[in-house]
T-cell receptor
């Protein structure tokens, strides 16, 4: 079974803190994604990556950055957390060519106070 | 960019009845249309998908139809069961999902006993 693991399920951080959300996949997938999910807004793409050290902006990249130093690991970084970044964050992965299943992790609930 | 509209936002049906969720998309170049089911506290899971060269696809009690001319696609669940209660998301992509998916805002399906 494909596994996308988000190491932190629940986090509470203070405004202005630097926050790291980590994601690891075990299927040797080239593509990895970070989405945020908010009630009534569905899932919105923040950043994605085709390969190691590569990154592309999604629909809502402002306030976020990412890091992909190894193929299996994709990190989302909030340089200076703000209360409007309180949300559920979902990591996903898929094979390079597209047209194949995109697998999601269980999500990380982040509360910024 | 792509825009996906999903209706209804909440759908309540009696156990054993059918449920239909509808989505429209804006980008005529979109070619991949997956549906995801999200249970409480979990990440979304792919339940069925359809590509633009196919008009209908079935998998047991679940079917998806695609009308490219009208740019809409629908999820049909027959003989609904309590375990079908969840939030369902439609999505679209012009790259088979390789650079991410654009999601609808979700439908909360409630199966009444």
């Amino acid at each position: 079974d494909v596994k996308v693991t988000q190491s932190s399920r629940y986090l509470v951080k203070r405004t202005g803190e630097k926050v790291f959300l980590e994601c690891v996949q075990d299927m040797d997938h080239e593509n990895m994604f970070w989405y945020r999910q908010d009630p009534g807004l569905g899932l919105r793409l923040i950043y994605f990556s085709y390969d190691v050290k590569m990154k592309e902006k999604g629909d809502i990249p402002e306030g976020y950055s990412v890091s992909r130093e190894k193929k299996e690991r994709f990190s989302l970084i909030l340089e200076s957390a703000s209360t409007n970044q309180t949300s559920m964050y979902l990591c996903a992965s898929s094979p390079y060519n597209g047209g194949d299943t995109i697998y999601f992790g269980e999500g990380s609930w982040l509360t910024v106070v | 960019g792509e825009n996906v509209e999903q209706h209804p936002s909440t759908l309540s049906v009696q156990e054993g009845d059918s449920a239909v969720i509808k989505c429209t998309y804006s980008d005529s170049a979109s070619n991949y249309f997956p549906w995801y089911k999200q249970e409480l506290g979990k990440g979304p899971q792919l339940i069925i998908d359809i590509r633009s060269n196919v008009g209908e696809k079935k998998d047991q009690r679940i079917a998806v139809t695609l009308n490219k001319t009208a740019k809409h696609f629908s999820l049909h669940i027959t003989e609904t069961q309590p375990e079908d209660s969840a939030v369902y998301f439609c999505a679209a992509s012009r790259t088979g999902g390789a650079d991410g998916l654009t999601f609808g805002k979700g439908t909360h399906l409630i199966i009444q006993p």
